[in-house]
């Protein structure tokens, strides 16, 4: 492997990367980060490194089926779609 990276220079290039067609972000699961992750920080968790960058601002993260959608910053759907979704409809 080559030099280590930070996690966060990690994740940002793993969403940039992975995310495919016109996808803003990744699955955790299903785009293979969290194995990913487990390989190249063999004592690092993907869930604890995401939260805390999250947390931090770095990321986004959405919860969905068996994972969640990993976006950066300015780049995740807007977080009340179903508010737009009712005005949209005149209910609210």
Do not use: W
């Amino acid at each position: 492997m080559t030099k280590p990276v930070s996690c966060e220079e990690f994740v940002v290039l793993a969403v940039q990367r992975l995310r495919t067609g016109n996808f803003r972000g990744i699955h955790s699961v299903f785009s293979g980060f969290n194995e990913a992750f487990k390989i190249y920080y063999t004592d690092g968790s993907p869930v604890d490194a995401t939260e805390q960058l999250a947390a931090a601002g770095k990321i986004i993260l959405r919860p969905t089926k068996r994972g969640v959608m990993i976006y950066l910053p300015g780049e995740a759907p807007d977080a009340n779609r179903g508010e737009a979704a009712l005005k949209k409809m005149g209910l609210i």
